[in-house]
């Protein structure tokens, strides 16, 4: 047979979802004897779809939101155009954003009803270009998120002219001064009662906005956060809407001056700006007066008298943007899978004959681990779109907690994803046209922004304190987080036995018990719990620190803790979703699992065999146990990623094809 007739026949049946029997002829390892699950069908790989959609099975809308703008995307101006320059990025982004809008799928006044189709909009737009999500995210999430959050009915009439894109929308906090920090902001909103409008003020350069997405070039409006001075008094923080530019002419309003942010490391199709404020003048409406209001006598209304609760509410009223993040960064993640798995079914090197890539343990090793990763994220942000879509003034804390950990956790992972996934696919991994180093440079950003990873562990580990000591304290009921745990006695018995669990994975069958392995996490995050008090109370009572200073010696311990959290409620929510799921299904979630379980417990492992949980004849076998289920993974990797349902002409990389007959062509790149 001729070679690239052979070459094609090899590739087709690798593409095709519907026939993987031919794909489990080809290459099979022999560690994987004893652990052979069957063949993945077609039906097995729509019910995996299913397990990521997550449940409730999203409504009929959800599934017409996506539907509708795959179709759009098929557009060719929704083509990769890796040659652009700066500003054509910039048009290109903003044309294409116009072409989303002009389907009128979204309208802001539902983001906060219909919160899955909002987070499904900007999934699917991920899968064409980041900065397209990106602006669109700072479009229809931050801007009109805060005018639907932050304001009241009498803001309703931005709403039409926000969703058609007559306005555009900036949402300008962070300051050149002061990102992670928002309390530092000094931007100023002086309230003058004799002609009831709102005076904004940048005081100082330091106090310029910086970074604003929308900004650089196109923003019409903003919503500034600056601090409310009323009758000399300072109320904090509080968000006005204040138009930037006339959008007929493009040019700055008389008092705004705005300047761009400059060519970045990706992202370029966002025009992120400064804008610095002289005395501006805006009409009293455009307060947007959720949580702090200014009444008819002049004087300053609030419903939350305490500044620091105020400001941590109307923040909080956001935290949507962070599942949204989440979500994102979980398709970018998907994007990179899919395209590094089918170039490394067709890629060969070394042997006789030749190798495919994907049977080398090593590719295995680097890729499986992330793949399972992704459905355990995946289950667990679906699990916090729920929470978030019901939360209530009383669990709102946990959602908070719960949307901040899994934003750091999934954004960190997407960076972990496609940096291997770049790497696994040798030097086309640095080709434009294989769209993962574009993604790599592009999605970075999320580490940062929507709230930087490092700080909002420390917001998580800090929840985590105060769950701990109200439990103890009994000032409050066992809820949340700790809920599952206390369920299965788990604390209590930790308290009365710290040697309860060291001396369960004694079997090497129980390093493929998922339930077994969760104890693992459950033990890890309670030690390191009662680490970080003993050592918080330890420095402010016996070495008289300041509580500020403690804190920050125990930095280390503090993002520790925030990862094991995080990781123990991942396995739990995977673990309750392989009890619901299809009996078909339930193997190949399991090992997902375990191995997501084994990997991170094997990343730590410093830590385990320092605490004793594990002997280091353990940790041998944790890597054995890796070893094999990877092996066992080699022939479901391909309907794995075919679970994640990218449709064909958005994967549209050359090497997730048949990359020879592509170059072959020399137009091609
Ligand atoms: C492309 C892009 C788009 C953006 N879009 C917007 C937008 O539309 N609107 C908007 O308002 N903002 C926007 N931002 C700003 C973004 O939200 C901030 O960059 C982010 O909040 C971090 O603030 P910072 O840059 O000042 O970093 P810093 O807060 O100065 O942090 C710098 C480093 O110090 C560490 N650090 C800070 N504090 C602590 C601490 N207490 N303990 C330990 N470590 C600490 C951080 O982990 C980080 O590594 C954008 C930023 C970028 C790059």
Redesign the pocket.
Known sequence: MDSALERLQTLSCHLESNDTASLIQSVRTAATADWRLPVLDADKVDKLKEVLLGHPKPEEQVRETKQKLYELMKDPIFRPHPYANVPEQRDLTLKRLKMVASLGILKMGEVAEQFKRFVAFQESLVLSDMSLA?KSS?QWG?FAGSIVFLGTDKHKKYYQDTDCLNILG?????ELG????VKGVETLAEYDHSTREFVIHTPNDSAQ???????GQHGTYATV?ANLVVKGENHGLHPFLVQIRDPKTGQTLAGVTCAD?GP?MG?NG?D?GRIWFNRVRIPYDNLLNRFGDVNKKGEYTTMIKNPNVRQNSMLEALIGGRVTVSSMALNASKLGLTIAVRYALQRRQFGNPEELLIDYLSHQRRLFPLIAATYAYQISVHYVISRFSNRTEKDARDVFLLACGFKAASTWHRSDTLQICREACGGFGFAASSRIGIYKSDAD?DL????????LM?AVAKALLVEFKSYFTGTKAITGMLSYTYSKGHIGIFLRNKNFFVKRLHTESHLLDAEMLLDAFIYREFKLLRQLVKSLRTKVKNEKMSGAKAW?SC?DLVHKLAISYVERVTIEKFLEEIQKSDEGIKPILSLLCILFALTKIEGDMGWFLSNKYFAPVKAQAIENAINKVCGALREHALPLVNAFDIPEHLISAPIAGDYVAHFSDPKNY
């Open positions: 990106v700072v931050l900036c949402f300008a906090l962070t002061h990102g992670s920090n906005k910086m970074w604003i997405g929308n900004a956060f942010c970045k992202l966002v992120n950003v940062t922004y929507e709230g930087d990873n490092t700080v420390q920050n930095l």
